[in-house]
């Protein structure tokens, strides 16, 4: 990690996200279920980098699993320790948040599961970053051991937008507020990136207003780029799926649920 320590943009709206990715019906909690299923076959404990508030560590954590979250934002584990506090006891005990960078990563343990959920691989800032994530989820994979990450290949094929686009609005219940949602989209092709500008307005029942301005840059992803660089940190992928039901890749590529092993020779590396 570099001395200078540049401003995470996660830490701008840790809680509206924690909120907002927290609830029944958001569409990205689809993929609960499939991780819950691996956990199952591969057992834990299990690491996840790029944990944010602990979405997908609490239903581990609920369903029995021991689980070790790393992520940069303080402030998202700042949101995820406070959540996981009101639930029970036994749950508690099995979660680990640690504050950490996830391309330059050194625990003692090694684990048979690692995950790298919800296109977090493409909030790195560079193919190196990129690289050396990987290769720290494999140092910390037991021999024989499965990573799982998601990325989305569609990012680079959206069209590109003028002006902030009204999204989603919600109702934050707990803190009486009412949240609009925008976003424009923007495509960096020279860096390969994609630019998702955001705007969340924050308004109580008296007509106060407070406004989030975040910037989400993606790194472009296909298929091929991500086996590359799964190789390349000594990994192999025994399976892509096109989506959490585990159907086939479409094409064009849009959403990849990569599942990758430690070492392809062995015999308890396969995955259907």
Not at 137 to 151: C, F, M, S, T
Not at 203 to 215: E, I, L, S
Not at 258 to 271: G, I, P, S
């Amino acid at each position: 990690m570099s001395a200078e320590k540049a401003e995470n943009p996660y830490d701008r709206f840790a809680e509206i996200y924690g909120w907002r990715f927290s609830l029944p019906e958001a569409a990205q909690n689809k993929d609960i279920l499939f991780y819950l299923a691996l956990a199952r076959e591969a057992g834990g404990p299990i690491l996840e980098l790029a944990c944010g508030w602990g979405r997908v560590m609490l239903a581990l954590a609920r369903a029995g699993f021991e689980a070790t979250g790393v992520d940069l934002s303080e402030r998202m584990l700042a949101v995820g320790r406070e959540k996981m506090r009101r639930d029970r006891p036994e749950v508690v005990a099995r979660v680990s948040f640690l504050q950490g960078d996830m391309t330059d990563l050194s625990l003692p343990e090694r684990f048979p599961l690692v995950l790298i959920p919800f296109n977090s691989l493409q909030c790195l800032r560079s193919v190196e970053e990129q690289r050396r994530t990987l290769a720290c989820a494999a140092l910390h994979l037991e021999r024989g051991g499965r990573l799982a990450l998601e990325v989305n290949a569609g990012f680079r094929n959206l069209a590109g937008e003028t002006t902030l686009q009204r999204k989603w609005t919600k109702r934050w219940v707990e803190r009486n507020l009412t949240v609009f949602a925008y976003e424009r989209v923007s495509q960096d092709a020279e860096n390969e990136a994609t630019l998702f500008d955001m705007r969340f307005e924050l308004a109580d029942d008296h007509g106060r207003r407070q406004q989030v301005d975040v910037c989400e840059r993606l790194l472009w992803a296909s298929r091929a780029k991500v086996e590359h660089l799964l190789r390349e940190a000594g990994l192999t992928a025994v399976s892509v799926f096109g989506d959490f039901r585990r159907r086939p890749v479409a094409d064009p590529e849009e959403r990849l649920i990569v599942v990758a092993c430690r070492d392809k020779e062995e015999k308890q590396c396969t995955y259907d």
